[in-house]
């Protein structure tokens, strides 16, 4: 039953949509002519015949049919059809054969397969009309279309998902947050099957969406981020214009209030408490607040000042750009006996105001914050802090010079004691009382010494020395006239001996070591031992200086050349001190324009020295010979040391060493036994009797003949008294010369050792000849000297031989 009216419903859709297909057809065809699609020819209708012309139309074919049967989708139909299926019609292009079937007989166009308009719109075909015996054309091909009709199958889906949107804690309603779109698939020109209509599901008390836009705005005006700072919005999306029966798509919507800056900063504690030592530097930190903000970001940045006039002396603030704390520190020493506790006002307030906000209220925020003094044992402070004084240069030894004053500045107010800090006064000039803190003079005192001396106080508690503080003071000793004046230089004057009277010789000046030396006034006059001295008188200038005149005509160098003139100063004190000062006057002779020629040969005498560079190089010079010398005679003993007399050839033994591996058995003449040999002859060889591993004993031959191989045996006649007398004549010699180094000789014997079971073959030091061997137990040694002794046997045989 189902099934029959899903047919029907099928049934009568195709033909509304062919019905109206076909009044669209009709029309069109009334405007073109006889034949869809084709043109009229001109002359078939001058004679009045009608042109043959296709009777067929566009099909439309609705998608996802799901009836069992094909699906009729129209006809084709030729005007030369008479309907005795002569005629065979067929199809070809998209779908042709599979898709889309036709009856060769009466045109009729099915569909078998299910259709999807979302996957393809349209089919374009050709048609064909041919003769059926001789499959001739009997119209020309015609292209046609099959179009799939929308049917409302898919729903509106939200493609650019997820979406986020934000927007402003405390907007006014209907600010526009963001924009969803869905799509549909259907088709838009047909009907309202791809109309889409949006709709608020979740959270719609906060915000809403425009219906036709998909714009979301906000539905309240009291969105508070630090209430809820995020909210998840539904919003579903229905085609068919919301209209009821239409499909529909949803997406979640995630819309995050954002910040703006409607919170003042508020302090947790209206009253902070800290506590510092009254010691603490400047600069010290005392403690840290910090004033809370329910904002976030930049709103929350804070600047914090002191706001009490007391607080601002005293201390200081800054705000930590890390944390946004308010660092409290010391701005001025703080005292505990002055005042215990501070009480400081520190405002906060944030950094970024946001206009729009001021009427709620004001940002910014107070709290007290308390800060204990603590107390310190302090060392003692000088009072008043004056560090100079001044005494007079010639106050007696204990004089007092000033007094110094130290005080505890503790509530116990500790004794404090006295001392000099040594290391600025090493000689003692000054001391101090240890109680009184008066400063007396140690030592007399000279200003033209020492005009300034600086020296360090220290004051301590009497019963804790470690609490120690100092002072440094400045001492000026004052001037006296303790300083008698005298002249500037040891003056020498000359004068011709045709000076006139009157004429200037020399004008002196005086020095005084007194202060002060501007306001100094000097007097001048001949000392009473010149009072008879006719020859030169003195004249008192009034500026300090005075001038010495000749005071008669003519002087004779051969009666006296030297005058002696001692001259008077005088200083004005008080009290008034004098010196006695000498002026030299020599008697040259001049030329007539008044130029000294010559003195008298006493005077004047220019000392023959020498200039530093004339005396470097002199040293120069004799310190090169003095190094020649040396040499010359390091060279000489040298020469001597090798030029050594000696009675003797110099005779030195040889220490010859050979590594060289011998031939074997084979080799017989590889090694020169010779330069083993003795460098000295023998005068005389004492032959012994003794046994060898032959027959036969050692007899008294040369030595020249001794070239067998016995067992060695020592002789105790040898005589070694030849090398005795050489090392003593050696030995006496460098005992005699010094200047020879020792020349030292290391020997080394080398002995095989005894206890061998083999008898040694060594012919050193063997005196025996091989005709008194026997070498005939060489034979009983093996194989490994049987060529050994067939040798030696073969050279007793020649040796016999040649004896007979």
């Known amino acids: ?36 699609g084709q043109p009229a020819d001109p002359a078939l209708l001058a004679s009045g015949r009608v042109k043959r012309g296709w009777v067929w139309n566009q099909f439309f074919v609705v998608e996802e049919y799901t ?75 015609s292209e046609f279309i099959i179009k799939v009709q929308d049917i409302n199958d898919s729903e509106p889906r939200f493609l650019e998902g997820p979406y986020i949107g934000s927007v402003a804690e405390l907007s006014p309603i209907g600010t526009s947050v963001m924009q969803v779109m869905a799509s549909d698939a259907d ?87 800290f506590s510092i030592v009254e010691t603490a530097p400047v600069g010290t930190a005392i403690g840290r607040v910090k004033a809370e903000d329910s904002d976030v970001g930049e709103n929350t940045d804070m600047m914090y000042r002191v706001k009490d006039e007391e607080g601002v002396e005293m201390f200081k603030v800054t705000t930590d750009s890390n944390t946004q704390e308010a660092v409290i520190t010391v701005q001025k020493p703080l005292d505990y006996e002055s005042k215990k506790v501070h009480t400081v006002v520190v405002e906060a307030l944030n950094k970024f105001v946001d206009p729009r906000f001021v009427d709620l209220g004001t940002f910014r925020d107070q709290t007290i914050v308390r800060v204990s003094v603590l107390d310190v044992d302090e060392p003692p402070e000088f009072r008043p802090p004056s560090n100079l ?46 109680n009184t803190g008066a400063i007396v003079t140690g030592k007399v005192l000279d200003r033209e ?92 200038i009034k500026d300090n200086t005075a001038a010495v005149h000749t005071q ?116 017989t003449e590889a090694y020169d036994m010779s330069a083993l040999r003795s ?13 060898g591993p032959g027959e036969g004993g050692l007899s008294g031959n040369s030595a020249s003949e001794l070239h067998a191989l016995p067992q060695w045996v020592q002789s105790p006649d040898l005589d070694f008294s030849v090398f005795r007398d050489y090392i003593c004549k050696k030995v006496e010699q460098a005992d005699e010369d010094l200047s020879v180094p020792p020349y030292d000789s290391f020997q080394t014997y080398a002995f095989e050792g005894s206890d061998s079971p083999v008898p040694s073959l060594s012919s050193i030091n063997t005196w025996s000849s091989g005709s008194e061997q026997d070498f005939s137990y060489l034979g009983a040694w093996g194989p490994r000297f049987r060529q050994l002794a067939a040798l030696y046997a073969g050279r007793r045989g020649e040796e016999d031989s040649e004896e007979s």
């Not at 004084?389 to 404090?416: C, F, K, R, W, Y």
């Not at 460098?679 to 046994?691: A, P």
Request: aromatic fraction near 6%; charged fraction near 25%.
């Open 389 to 434: 004084m001044e005494v007079q240069e010639d106050a007696d030894i204990g004089s007092v010079v000033g007094m110094v004053t130290a005080l505890d500045p503790d509530t116990a107010n500790h004794p404090v004691r006295y001392a000099i800090d040594r290391s600025t006064d090493a000689e003692r000039i000054f001391d101090i009382d240890a």
């Open 552 to 667: 008669r005509m003519g002087f004779n160098r051969q009666e006296q050349d030297v005058y002696l003139l001692p001259i008077l100063v005088v200083d004005s004190g008080p009290p008034a001190l004098s010196s006695t000062g000498t002026l030299t006057i020599r008697v040259c002779g001049c030329d007539s324009n008044g130029a000294i020629q010559s003195c008298n040969s006493t005077a004047y005498v220019m000392s023959a020295t020498l200039s530093p560079g004339a005396l470097i190089a002199l040293l120069v010079c004799i310190l090169i010979l003095v190094v020649l010398v040396l040499l010359i005679l390091t060279l000489k003993r040298h020469h001597k040391s090798h030029l050594t007399s000696e009675d003797d050839e110099d005779m030195r033994d040889n220490v010859i060493k050979y590594n060289d591996e011998g031939g074997g058995e084979q080799d």
């Open 1 to 36: 039953m189902a099934k029959g009216l899903q047919g029907f419903l099928w049934t009568m859709l195709l033909l509304f949509c062919t019905i109206q297909e076909l009044g669209a057809w009709a029309m069109h065809t009334a405007m073109e002519g006889p034949g869809l």
């Open 67 to 141: 009836g069992t049967e094909p699906l009729y989708v129209g006809k084709i139909h030729s005007d030369s059809d008479e309907g005795d299926g002569s005629i065979k019609y067929t199809i070809s292009g998209e779908g042709a054969g599979t898709i889309f079937l036709i009856d060769e007989i009466t045109g009729d166009i099915h569909a078998t397969e299910r259709l999807d308009r979302e996957q393809k719109t349209f089919y374009t075909l050709r048609a064909q009309a041919r003769d059926r015996q001789t499959d001739q054309l009997l119209e020309p091909e």
């Open 187 to 273: 088709d838009p020109t047909y009907g309202s099957s791809a109309r889409v209509a949006y709709s608020v599901l979740e959270g719609e008390q906060h915000f809403t969406v425009d219906s036709k836009t998909g714009v979301i705005r906000t539905a309240v005006a009291d969105l508070d981020r630090e209430t809820q700072d995020r909210y998840e919005v539904v919003i579903r999306a229905t085609d068919m214009a919301g209209q009821l029966g239409g499909l529909s798509g949803s997406t979640t919507v995630t819309i995050v209030v954002t910040d703006v800056n409607d919170n003042p900063p508020r302090f947790p504690q209206k009253m902070y408490q």
């Open 449 to 540: 010494t020492a005009g300034w001396h600086n020296i360090t106080v220290l004051a301590m508690e009497a019963d804790n020395h470690s609490q120690v503080s100092r002072t440094s003071l400045r001492i000026r000793i004052l001037d006296v006239n303790d300083n008698p004046p005298e002249l500037a230089t040891p003056y020498e004057a000359a004068v011709c001996e045709d000076a006139k009277p009157g004429q200037l010789i020399q004008t002196i000046s005086v020095v005084d070591r007194d202060e002060p030396q501007s306001s100094h006034r000097f007097y001048f006059t001949l000392a009473p031992e010149a009072n008879s001295n006719h020859y030169f008188s003195l004249l008192d």
């Open 679 to 691: 460098l000295y002859d023998f005068s005389e060889i004492k032959g012994s009797d003794g046994v």
